[in-house]
């Protein structure tokens, strides 16, 4: 299945609309079908089509393709929401929403037009992973490649695939001596799906694996994987590819974390642990914790905020990043995500066997955040490579 929005939809205005409203209001639907989307291993048709209507996957894509083209603030308190409703629909959102994002900013304007059209909300999703090789022919590249950890191309009209390019048989390199690395964008009728997606959390993300077979894609359908010059769309897009990407990490973990206390505050009240004399919520053990928790959570939020509040605010202003501002926002969400992963531990632990027993919303929500410590956005390079730019030590190339 593939999701696109008709063009009625595509033509409203944009500058009037509450996203944060929109967020709250799909919600509830991607909640109630949390369990399904688990169940199928990739979001249910429902969940997709509520997304799809309420416009999210465009929140990020320029206003000149009839996308949202909001902030980071804004962006950050969506993917929160969604991910608060659901661990594995917050995170194909924020996968859809920035893959598109970057299709239509980075890719030529005529391509980002044929991608959109008067669609508008287009979901792309895929693996930047240059895993891929792109060889060099007239007007573009032949691309082959195996990918994996493709969330949300189950519903994606658009596949993004990484790749190496090669000229003359070997690889096109940069002049800082790494290889030059390139997004490929392809329909999804051009992609092979292997699926094989069978894992411990965020299970309805239909994470699947898939490959790309000696396929042609146009050069204007490709763009630099770490590109921070957009050809569509304002000043907002100066921001590239990697702090673009931490938006979605942070707010997806912001909104787990959220989640697992949720359920833990409510549960506190009638659970009695055996053995206890009272209730959970009249422990206070639990009430240090919970206190701790919730500190834990405010402080990783605020972090998140204040860091991409400053680079919006930089980039908006017609300037580029600053390298330590691009160092504190990748500091801030692989923070944002340890601290909700702490949290939801927290959580867990205190709710006993209520927390092992299945169906549970409060286990899924430590399934899902434990699966997203594992992406390598949040490794703890990004530590070292953000300590490295404080200490005025990084290499010219580091990756932030």
Known sequence: MKWVLCGAMAQAAMASVDWRKRARDVAPVVREEALASEREGTLTDRAVEALGRAGLFGVAVPEALGGGEQGFGVQLDVFEELSRADGSA?????????????????????????????????????????????????????????????SGTAYAAFIVAGF??????????????????????????????????????????????????????????????FVDTPRTGGSLYRAGVLSATAVGHAGFALGVGRRALDEIEALAHRKIRMGAPTTVAESPRFQLGLARAEARL????????????????????????????????????????????EVADFAYRSAGTD???????????????????????????????????I???????VPL
Request: hydrophobic share 40%.
């Open 391 to 397: 200490l005025g030590i990084a290499p010219e190339n």
């Open 355 to 389: 927390s092992l027993r299945l169906p549970s919303d409060l286990q899924r929500a430590w399934r899902d955040i434990h699966a997203g410590t594992q992406h390598i956005f949040v490794d703890e390079k990004s530590y070292i490579d953000s300590a490295q730019v």
């Open 164 to 225: 190496v390019p090669f000229e003359a048989g070997e690889p096109r390199m940069r002049d800082d001596g790494l290889p030059e690395m390139r997004v490929a964008v392809l329909p999804r009728e051009r992609v092979l799906f292997r699926g094989n997606w069978h894992v411990a959390g965020l299970q309805g993300t239909g994470s699947f694996d898939y490959g790309v077979n000696d396929q042609e894609v146009p050069e204007g359908f490709t763009f630099p994987l």
């Open 90 to 150: 917050g995170w194909c959102l924020m996968v859809s929403a920035t893959a598109s994002a970057f299709a239509a900013a980075y890719c030529a304007p005529d391509a980002a037009r044929d991608m959109f059209g008067d669609r508008a909300w287009v979901a792309h999703a895929g693996q930047f992973a240059p895993r891929g090789q792109g060889h060099a022919i007239e007007g573009g590249y032949r691309v082959n490649g195996d990918f994996s950890f493709g």
């Open 298 to 341: 405010r402080s990783a939020r605020a972090f998140v905020h204040e860091a991409f509040g400053a680079l919006e605010e930089r980039v908006l202003g017609g300037d580029p990043p600053t390298l330590m501002q691009r160092a504190l926002v990748r500091t801030a969400t692989t923070w944002a995500t340890e601290a909700a992963a």
